[in-house]
């Protein structure tokens, strides 16, 4: 694609192809059995421990750990935990910081997140450089350990309407599916076996917030405004509660581990209808999650597409307005999608 015919299409709109682009992102890829990547840990005896490196910032802080480790607890794994969190980092300035030794103490678990806005993160960040990087560097130190790729979500442009947001997450799981697909190319290419797994929390958290604003009668929250429903799972634009750090690990430890908790107990903390029904819904979700094509990246090859480009940047524009004339918005925002579609258009590297 020349560089002016892109130039040409993002100047024509402000939001190309959105549906068609659903449909061809969702599309699974032709090439091999990511399914194997979704499979959980081996079965867990009760005297059982995992323990996990968790690398990220804000939207992996406590309590998400604290619930994790409730959850495996319930579940007779014992789950110790290290966190490796700077607010608003991104994988390659945790790495330049050497935050985390490695080889301090075994780990049997890595999970892992990039910052939430994925093509500035790719760009700017190098997101595949670096998560290869950690990656290689955890399992060097840690030949059994197993790295799980945390999706971020980013933030919402409205919290009286989410439904744009919902369709941004939808629409960008695919790429961070080929963000970890590229990754694991480079470690198959290597001859090595140890690929890096994946956690759907940025989806897992659209499909909730979906089915909160469609279904009045949805467990424990009834009685509930729209608003209100928000306000249980989102401490502000981007940030969880305890009750949305509660979803995302119970999310997170059906991913990881494979193991039913529909009947466990609710944290003390929380409300108790609440937390069994969005426990149940993590479930599920997870459930439908391997039993579909959502598991599946689109087309890696071309994974930003000019319509994704142009929905990233319409997103962003909305979500963290600048300041000064629409006239100077509107050229950055075009700019920007000429930028994301130049810069990969041969893929992600």
């Known amino acids: 694609m020349c560089f002016s015919r892109i130039l040409k299409a993002a100047c024509a709109t402000s939001a190309i192809g959105a549906f068609a682009l659903g449909a061809t992102m969702f599309k699974p890829d032709p090439v091999g059995a990511e399914r194997d990547l979704e499979a959980p840990l081996q079965a867990f005896s009760a005297d059982s421990r995992s323990h996990i490196l968790l690398s990220g910032h804000s939207l992996t802080d406590r309590p998400y750990p604290d619930h994790l480790e409730g959850i495996a607890r319930q579940e007779g794994i014992s ?16 790495t330049a910081g050497k935050l985390a030794r490695l080889t301090d103490e075994p780990y049997d678990v890595l999970i892992i997140t990039e910052q939430h806005r994925v093509l500035d993160a790719l760009m700017w960040g190098e997101t595949v450089r670096y998560l290869h990087g950690y990656h290689h560097a955890f399992t060097t130190a840690n030949p059994a350990g197993i790295t799980y790729f945390y999706t971020p979500w980013i933030s919402l442009s409205s919290l009286a309407d989410p439904h744009p947001w919902i369709e941004y997450e939808r629409l960008a799981l695919p790429v961070w599916r080929c963000v970890v697909n590229r990754v694991n190319d480079k470690i198959g290419a290597a001859g090595r076996k140890n690929h890096i797994r994946f956690i759907p929390t940025s989806l897992a958290l659209a499909e909730l917030v979906g089915r909160l604003a469609s279904d009045p009668a949805f467990g424990g929250f009834e009685d509930s405004s729209a608003a209100d429903r928000l306000k249980a799972i989102f401490s ?38 609440q937390a069994d029904a969005l426990r149940l819904f993590a479930a599920d979700f997870m459930e439908r999650y391997r039993a579909t094509e959502m ?55």
């Not at 430890?253 to 193991?259: P, V």
């Not at 689109?298 to 600048?322: I, K, M, T, W």
């Open 295 to 349: 598991n599946e990246a689109g087309n890696c090859e071309a994974p930003v597409s000019l319509a994704f480009a142009s929905h990233y940047a319409n997103y962003v524009a909305r979500a963290y307005p600048r300041e000064g004339s629409y006239l100077i918005t509107e050229l950055l925002r075009i700019r920007n999608i000429v930028r994301f579609t130049w810069r990969f258009r041969k893929g992600l590297e």
């Open 79 to 94: 789950v110790s935990w290290r966190l490796e969190n700077v607010t608003g980092s991104s994988i390659q300035q945790r």
């Open 236 to 273: 502000d634009e981007v940030h969880l509660t305890g009750l949305g750090s509660y979803y995302v690990a119970a999310v997170s430890f059906a991913a990881i581990y494979g193991m039913d908790i529909r009947q466990q107990r609710p944290p003390a903390l929380l409300d108790a209808r």
